[in-house]
């Protein structure tokens, strides 16, 4: 039977699947039959005989359907009004739309292909077949054409699930493809806009991957269904016998596949240009030479093999069809894998250099501006080791604002002296941004003081601990005289230099550590249930702690409040409550008394995944922030638009490529790969009622302008930003830490020079911490030479790459700052110098210390060391080494540690103690930041630093108590050396040799504690010594003190021993 034959004359559907026609079994009409009339059969039973399903059944069925119906549908349902509340309904339903649309296409196409193919191999299947065959052939067509119904509709419709299931997931492909904006950029090798290998490639690709997968299923389901009802088959005589309708559905199946084949071929040719297989990114020499000239080859060979194939399919000759197939493997395998290698092996590899010279180049200039580097500033830095007297005179910009406070330590301290009550909390690592008070900017450490729900009953947990209260901030720069943070923002209400409580709204109901979802709202009148805050006045000193006590046995320590802004879907409805019980799986919503018309749930509250819901197209930045901003705190999130389908660049892991010391393992890390990246999104989410803002930061980026397309109202304008807001924009953390990985090896400029990787970078590992991680990037206000003036930076070090023998020198070999500040004054005006990337180049003759190589400088300076083991020996505490900032200063580099000394037990909390500074091979240290740049710079760094960096040693010794866990005269005082008698009374050392575990003995025990007195009495003799000015009395104190560090060492040792 002929294609034309099995579709020609008669109505399709009046036989074979749909009617009883030549195709039906016998079966099929035995329902018709039986027994007849009213009463022919059991009640149970069918007319046919089989048993009918139960009432009960029945009904079970169709309730358990409707309640998973209603579940799926609450999930649903609840989102919309999630997105309506925040007033972001387009982007929810324009990618349920999109999803659907894509998923209805893929679906018809897939099952239409495929119900074809059944179709067409069924109807034209063989009516009778003689010889040994004919029995078992038309056993299974009896068994099969009983179950044609099922077949035919059960098969395409579970394939058009599975490929609906799958196309969906590509919708973001797919809005981009239509809504595509052109880069006005084209690559070098076809001269292609950048759009079509970002937008058009991706899209294409796709779609022909989809087609051919359509097309195997819907060829292998036609010829199964040929061989099973005899179209295909192989005689008893051996003879293989293929049918005239199935020889033509073979070979249409495997021309369009072949087609299909060639159009990947033909779009392979330009993804040479993302390949990431060779030694750089893109379409090197041979892919040029060989494998593109191939692919095109192929692309035309594969249009010819399918004609032939449907030539055979008219003649019956199948010979050429086989030669042709056959040739094209031939030559795929030929042009695509020996020709490339035989190039790349006999012809590249002896003079690689040379003829690999034009595609590096190509690699580092495209690499350079999908990460946005092209704008690199690079400044020859002759760095001097030399550290003069005065050296510092030009450097107070930089210097008055070196940070003593490390956000990564002193949370403990923020909790100390900042958190009140045990359901407040602060994070682990705090945030650092900068802030204007009496007309000076300062360098600010600051934390959102959340609630921290205890466990509880659900009231507890959902009702009335709902919000936070307060931002705690203080000056980076500067500490109390005893070591504590300089708050300038603190209490309960808040008060401070920065701002008080009537200046902002300080309830944080959205947050880092809120609970998972809270219930709020009551109507007005309504008497307050959610717990606000402590009643009295609260700060850190201890007269506002007594205060607090005083009012906790009144019962007077709480003040209640009720949530009176718009911050998530209503539950003051019985629908909306069974809704989000059902989607929380939390009967007590439904059930609790508690709600009433005017009652929220607020839910999904961290900042971070609320700007992923609104803005699903973006990769959002794993550091958020909070910032006052025009009265209210604002949550600042990073947002990044990305590809990994740019040509010649190379592909970032954004695991490793923002991983460092304090990211490692951290939850919101960036996983995935690009080879684009834009910081083309800032978003604000509000503190207290989660409302979501998106700015178009980089509104010239191409994928941000088509998702502009995609969601017109989504995005404002970067000129809707406040200019207080713009005061608080800063560089973004992981976009820098992208950029500082590429620069590794793309800061060099001759395309020779990176192909022999002779001047390859590393980013230092951190000297503080022994996992060997990589140094995190650090904050500053900071003045690079040659800028007209300081900018809140960004910046990192490098040093010089490991060699192949494993070894590294940590030598500083650049030094990068990315300018952060954004504000002008003005409302949506950006500073010019924002995101202007400055890279110190320094001589490779010189060694100037890494930040590794400092730290070890550092640790082996003899009366550093000996200090830290004072401090470390003090009643049980611990020392820890503060961030290693470092910066250009003096004509060199500069490098600052704050040392920490912590309790190991009681209330526990870092205390600033000692602030060491490096300059080339010299080393300083003091009690302020100060006297160790003044012992660097030969008694004068020219230069005054601020007042507050660093601790007053009296003061030290007053709060020794409450930071090391001793008292003063334990930790300070000399005890008094033995008498003749004790002496006397000592046993002697060959008694003590006797028995290692033998207790120390008492009078060298003294002396131990007499010693340790000592040494802190001549430290602070010392210190009050050189603030005097009088350097030879304070060389003096340094020679005795160092004395009895030695005494004390050896003693300390001996009784160890």
Request: with cysteine; aromatic share 10%; net charge negative.
């Amino acid at each position: 039977m002929s294609f034309s034959q099995g579709f020609g004359n008669s109505n399709p559907f009046s036989g074979g699947i749909f009617g009883s026609g030549s195709g039906s079994s016998s079966n099929d009409d035995a329902g018709s039959g039986g027994s007849g009339g009213s009463g022919g059969g059991e009640s149970g039973r069918s007319q046919g005989g089989r048993r009918r399903p139960s009432a009960l059944i029945i009904t079970i069925v169709i309730i358990a359907a409707l309640l998973g119906a209603f579940v799926a549908f609450s999930g649903f349902y609840a989102e919309i009004l999630w997105y309506s509340q925040l007033g972001y309904s387009e982007v929810f339903w324009t990618e349920w739309v999109a999803r659907g649309v894509i998923f209805v296409a893929a679906f018809l196409l897939m099952g239409l292909l495929v119900w074809l193919s059944l179709f067409f191999a069924f109807r034209t299947r063989p009516k009778n077949i003689e010889g040994q065959l004919a029995d078992s052939v038309s056993k299974y067509q009896s068994t099969l054409t009983s179950m044609r119904r099922l077949l035919m509709f059960g098969l395409p419709v579970l394939m058009g699930l599975f490929a609906g299931t799958a196309a969906q997931a590509n919708w973001q492909q797919v809005l981009l493809f239509i809504n595509q904006q052109p880069f006005g950029q084209t690559d070098p090798e076809f001269g292609r806009d950048f759009a079509f290998y970002v937008f058009t490639l991706p899209f294409l690709n796709f779609v022909n991957g989809f087609l051919i997968s359509a097309v195997l299923v819907a060829g292998i389901a036609g010829i199964l269904c040929h061989y099973l009802f005899g179209s295909i088959r192989i005689e008893a005589s051996g003879r293989f016998v293929v049918e005239k309708a199935a020889r033509w559905h073979v070979a249409i199946a495997v021309a369009a596949f072949i087609l299909l084949q060639g159009v990947s071929w033909f779009l392979g040719r330009f993804a040479t240009l993302q390949d990431q297989s060779g030694n750089w990114a893109g379409a090197l020499y041979t892919d040029v030479n060989a494998v593109i000239p191939a692919q095109t080859i192929l692309a035309i060979a594969a249009v010819l093999v399918a004609i032939v194939l449907i030539i055979t399919a008219i003649t019956a000759r199948w010979r050429f069809a086989i030669i042709g197939t056959a040739v094209l493997i031939v030559t795929a395998i030929i042009g695509t894998g020996v020709v490339p290698f035989l190039v790349q092996e006999y012809q590249v590899r002896p003079t690689e250099q040379t003829l690999e010279a034009e595609y590096i180049e190509r690699n580092m200039e495209l690499t350079r501006f999908a990460y946005d580097l092209e704008d690199l500033e690079k400044i020859s830095y002759s760095a001097t080791q030399e550290a003069e007297a005065g050296a510092l005179a030009d450097d107070a910009a930089n210097i008055e604002n070196i940070r003593l406070l490390d956000p990564n330590l002193v949370s403990a301290a923020y909790r100390q002296f900042q958190q009140f009550r045990p359901y407040y909390t602060f994070p682990e690592t705090l945030s650092f941004d900068r802030y204007e008070i009496d007309g000076q900017r300062y360098d600010t450490v600051i934390a959102a003081r959340e609630v921290n729900a205890p466990e509880g009953s659900w009231v507890n947990q959902h009702l009335i601990y709902t919000h936070g209260y307060g931002l705690v901030a203080a000056n980076a720069n500067t500490v109390t005289p005893e070591g504590r943070p300089d708050f300038t923002l603190q209490g309960i209400p808040t008060t401070g230099d920065l701002a008080s409580d009537e200046d902002y709204e300080p309830r944080i109901y959205f947050g880092e550590a809120v609970p998972q979802y809270s219930i709020v709202g009551a109507p007005e009148g309504a008497a307050p249930r959610e717990l606000d805050r402590p009643a009295v006045e609260l700060t850190e000193d201890e007269e506002g702690e007594a205060e607090a006590a005083e009012a906790d046995d009144n019962g007077q320590d709480d003040t209640q409040y009720t949530f009176s802004g718009d911050g998530g879907p209503s539950v003051g409805n019985m629908f909306n409550r069974l809704v989000f019980a059902l989607n929380f799986q939390s009967p007590e919503i439904f059930l609790s008394g508690d709600m009433n018309e005017e009652s929220q749930i607020l839910y999904d509250r961290h900042p971070r995944e609320r700007v992923e819901k609104v803005a699903p197209y973006l990769e959002v930045d794993q550091n958020i922030y909070p910032a006052i901003v025009d009265g209210r705190i604002k949550w600042i999130v990073e947002g990044y638009t990305t590809s990994n389908n740019f040509p010649y660049s190379t592909e970032q892991q954004l695991e490793s490529a923002t991983v460092d010391a304090l990211t490692q393992g951290g939850p919101q890390q960036l996983t995935g790969q690009i080879n684009y990246i834009r910081n083309s999104v800032k978003a604000t989410v509000d503190a207290y009622d989660g409302s979501v803002e998106l700015y178009a930061w980089d509104d010239e980026d191409p994928i941000l302008q088509a998702w502009q397309e995609v969601f017109p109202q989504a995005i404002q304008p970067m000129e809707e930003m406040s200019a207080e807001l713009l005061d608080h924009v800063r560089y973004p953390e992981d976009m820098f830490r992208i950029q500082r990985s590429l620069l590794t090896e793309y800061h060099v400029d001759s395309p020779g020079t990176f192909y022999e990787g002779n001047d390859a970078w590393s980013i230092p590992s951190d000297p503080t911490r022994d996992g060997g991680e990589p140094q995190p990037p650090y904050y500053m206000t900071l003045e690079m030479p040659e800028q007209e003036e300081p900018s809140f930076s960004l910046t990192s070090a490098f040093i010089p790459a490991t060699e192949a023998d494993g070894q590294q020198r940590n030598v500083l070999y650049g030094f990068l700052a990315a300018s952060g500040d954004a504000g002008t004054g003005e409302d949506g005006v950006r500073h010019e110098d924002y995101g202007r990337l400055r890279l110190l180049e320094l001589p490779r003759q010189t060694s100037i210390p890494g930040p590794g190589q400092t730290q070890a400088n550092f640790d082996s300076h003899q009366t550093i060391a000996q200090q830290l083991n004072v401090l470390d020996d003090l009643g049980g505490s611990e020392v820890h080494r503060g961030n290693m900032i470092t910066m250009p200063a003096g004509g060199g580099i500069l490098n600052v540690q704050p040392i920490y000394v912590q309790a190991t037990t009681g209330s526990a909390y870092p205390a600033l103690r000692m602030v060491l500074v490096g300059f080339g091979e010299e080393v300083g240290y003091g009690d302020t930041l100060q006297e160790a740049l003044d012992m660097v710079f030969e008694g004068d760094a020219g230069v005054e630093a601020v007042e507050g960096a660093g601790v007053d040693a009296e003061a030290v010794e007053d709060d020794l108590d409450g930071v090391e866990g001793t008292t003063e005269d334990e930790a300070t005082e000399p005890s008094p050396a033995p008498t003749e008698t004790e002496e006397a009374a000592a046993p002697e050392d060959d008694e003590e040799d006797e028995d290692d575990d033998a207790p120390v003995a008492e009078d060298d025990q003294e002396r131990l504690e007499q010693l340790r007195g000592e040494a802190a009495e001549l430290w602070a003799d010392r210190n009050e010594a050189f603030s005097e000015g009088d350097l030879a009395r304070y060389r003096q104190l340094e020679l005795e003190f160092e004395e009895t560090l030695d005494e004390l060492f050896q003693l300390e040792n001996s009784l160890n021993d």
